[in-house]
């Protein structure tokens, strides 16, 4: 069963950072195309950015480029999204998401087949 599990979120002031963590299991990102979403209250959800481990494709939206980075840990399965210089606007749920194959070159919701519950990220001005 393919699975994913966010972690990592939490409560922080703004400019500080944090390190999201998705980690798979049933799949490899080998295999697999994954993308990180973030969701604020009443709002839609937002794609930040996108990964692609057979080549190293990476994509960062341009609302967040700068300030959030993509990395990947092969042992773990696990990827990471690192959010730097955090906002208050930045507060939010963040997801991933994977698909099989390619994937996407940008972030879209419909893309992507597997998703994981979220985790909140709260920046306090």
């Known amino acids: 069963e393919v699975q994913l599990v966010e972690s990592g979120g939490g409560l922080v002031q703004a400019g500080e950072s944090l390190r999201l963590s998705c980690a798979a299991s049933?799949?490899?990102?080998?295999?697999?195309?994954v993308g990180w979403f973030r969701q604020a209250p009443g709002k839609e959800r937002e794609g930040l950015s996108c990964?692609?481990?057979?080549?190293?494709?990476?994509f960062v939206a341009n609302s967040v480029k700068g300030r959030f980075t993509m990395t990947d840990d092969n042992a773990k399965n696990t990827v990471y999204l690192h959010l730097n210089r955090l906002k208050p606007e930045d507060t939010a749920v963040y997801y991933c998401?994977?698909?099989?194959?390619?994937?996407?070159?940008?972030?879209?919701?419909?893309?992507?087949?597997?998703w994981g519950q979220g985790t909140q990220v709260t920046v306090s001005s």
């Open positions: 990964f692609r481990r057979r080549d190293g494709f990476t």
């Open positions: 998401a994977a698909v099989q194959g390619s994937g996407p070159y940008y972030p879209l919701e419909y893309e992507y087949d597997h």
């Open positions: 049933g799949f490899t990102f080998d295999d697999y195309a």
